[in-house]
Every structure is written in C-alpha cells, then in structure tokens.
C-alpha cells in the first residue's frame, strides 16, 4: 500500500516537532506509524538558505509538495536515497523524472504543486540550497560565461520554470558537502563557515553546467544511447574512485565496445578516461591537503596510488608543486 502524504495530516497519524536553535537556525522533525522525516534549515546573508533533509518510510510514501511563487532558485546535491517526483502541467519540465544519489540538480519552480514518490525502506538525505539570481549580480564582472538560463533569470527573474540535471557530485563537490553535515564551529563562526561553503558549492555547481554545454557541442558524432553510456561511465568513475573498473570492465558495464569507450570518452568529455581518473586523484588529494591533516603518504593511498614517489610526480605536474610544498603555500 502507498501512503499519501499532504500539509494537512491528521495529528492522531502525524506528529511534529520543531526547536529553534537560534534566530537563523532550527530543525523540524516528523514522525508517523510508517516513518519519519527531519530537515534542518540555515538562513545566511545574501538570502541564502541552506537545508538538510533526512527521510525513511517503512511503506512507500507520496508526499504533496506546494512552491510558492517567490522567484528563488534551488540547488540540490543527493547524497543518498532517491526519489521520483511527479510535476503536472509545468511548461518546460517533465511531468515525471527521477533524482538519484550521487547527482546534483539546480531548478526554477515558483508556484507549483508537486508530488515526490518515497520508496519504502529506503534512506534519503539530500542537501538544498536556496537562493536567488541577483546573489549573481553582487559580484563584479560579465555573464557571458553564465549558462544562458541564469543569465536571463539575473534579467528578469519572473522567467520560464527550469529543472536542469548536472550530473554527477564531483570530488570538490563532496568534500565541501562532508564539510558542511561535519560543520565544527557554533553562532558567527559556524554561519561564516557554512556560508564559505555554500558560495563554493554554488561556484562548482555553476562551472558543471558550462561545462556541460561544451561537452553538448563536442558530442555531436555519437548517438544520443551512446551518449548516455558515456556519461554512466563517467559516473561510475566518480562514484568507485580511487579504485574504478579496468577499461574492458566498464566498457562491459556500460554497454560499449572499448574501442568506442575510449574514443567516446575522448570526444565527449575532451580527455582519456585514465586522465579523467589521473585529475580526479589529484583534485581529491589537493582537497585533503587543505581540509585534512593527513600526512602525504596517507593522502596518497587514499585516492589510490600506491607509490608516494609516482603521486608526487604527477601532482607536480598537474599543480607546479609537491604535494608537500603545495600545502606549505595554504599555510597548513
């Protein structure tokens, strides 16, 4: 049986309890026979608000979601779970897709009624973000390098409803995630902090969707399956590093010969796939470097290389510096 959930619950079924922590920072919790479900919200400057959610329900669940009409937009970073979401009648949205773990999504939705699908048994925790598009205008320098989207929304934010999939959560998009469920400080600190965080997720976020036009452009060769093939791949990449599939592995995997794996790979993502595997090592090790103290021989075998003398050839490659010189430049 599938349980419907609205705003109007019964209390004899439903029951909540919210704390206020402080004047810009609380958590709501919620509780019936078949599951439970928490958020915990943070308002920053810039009319940014950041939102944890956790849910599990022991019977699948379909939950009535109203937006309000204010023109803010919302970053999402799944980090477990998944849900499908049912969107009718909204020009320019599909009226039924799926978000999963390990993807990230930004949309544009005032003033709509959704309705999300829970599977039973199954842990959800996803991290939103809130803002809106003049936070983009606050900062000094053209937009020409924006996705076109947001650049009409920084315009005129009263613009067509969007949901846009980026892909995958990058190595620099999970740390930063890691950072703020882990956040250590409390009052003005913690508020600084995870508003450092929250501008450099939105950073990354924002760089993945360019970078996901380009990829479009150079995509044109391939049909739209083979496509789709090459980008599991490249989620299977992020998801098992630092210990992905041989090529003929995943190439099987996928569904790809590996001959059309590493051409593919190649045109579409503009690198090898052991380069793309080669970059995310270092970029995760460059992020350990900064916001661990992990020595760089337990750095080392932690994104996959077994020899410190070979990691630190190629981070110096990559970066102009060791690994150790590259951490005494941050002052760590």
């Known amino acids: 049986m599938t349980i419907r959930l609205t705003e109007t619950e019964d209390s004899g079924e439903f029951s909540e309890d919210v704390q206020f922590f402080n004047d810009y920072e609380g958590k709501a919790e919620s509780s019936t026979c078949f599951g439970q479900s928490s958020f915990r919200w943070t308002f920053l400057r810039n009319n940014l608000e950041l939102v944890i959610s956790n849910n599990e329900y022991s019977q699948p669940v379909i ?5 309000d009409d204010s023109p803010f937009l919302t970053s999402k970073f799944f980090l477990s779970g998944g849900t499908r979401t049912v969107t009718p009648n909204v020009p320019g949205v599909s009226d039924d897709y799926v978000e ?34 003049d936070l983009l205008s606050s900062f000094q320098g053209s937009f020409e390098e924006l996705p076109v989207l947001l650049q009409q929304l920084i315009e005129n934010p009263i613009k067509q409803r969007f949901h846009q999939p980026l892909g995958a959560i990058t190595p620099p ?19 600084m902090y995870l508003e450092a965080k929250v501008l450099e997720l939105l950073t990354l976020q924002i760089a993945q969707w360019g970078e996901d036009h380009q990829v479009l452009q150079r995509s044109l060769h391939f049909r739209r399956d083979e496509i789709e093939r090459l980008h599991h791949a490249k989620t299977i990449l992020n998801q098992r590093m630092p ?54 021989t337990e750095i080392a075998s ?31």
């Open 173 to 191: 998009m999970q740390l930063a995630l890691t950072q703020i469920l882990q956040c250590p400080f409390r009052e003005t600190l913690r508020q």
């Open 63 to 67: 939950s009535e979601e109203k937006h």
């Open 302 to 332: 932690q994104v996959g290389y077994e020899s410190i003398s070979h990691f630190g050839y190629l981070f110096k490659r990559q970066f102009g510096m060791t690994p150790r010189e590259y951490r005494q430049q941050k002052g760590l």
């Open 100 to 133: 999963i773990a390990g993807e990230n999504y930004l949309f544009f939705l005032p003033d709509i009624r959704e309705f999300e699908h829970h599977p039973a048994n199954l842990h959800t925790q996803n991290i939103k973000i809130y803002w809106y598009p």
């Open 243 to 296: 210990h992905p599939p041989s090529l003929l592995n995943l190439a099987k995997e996928i569904g790809l010969n590996d001959f059309k794996l590493k051409r593919g790979f190649r045109e579409v993502f503009g690198t090898t796939v052991l380069g793309y595997v080669q970059s995310l090592r270092l970029e995760q090790a460059q992020q350990l470097l900064i916001g661990t103290n992990l020595t760089v």
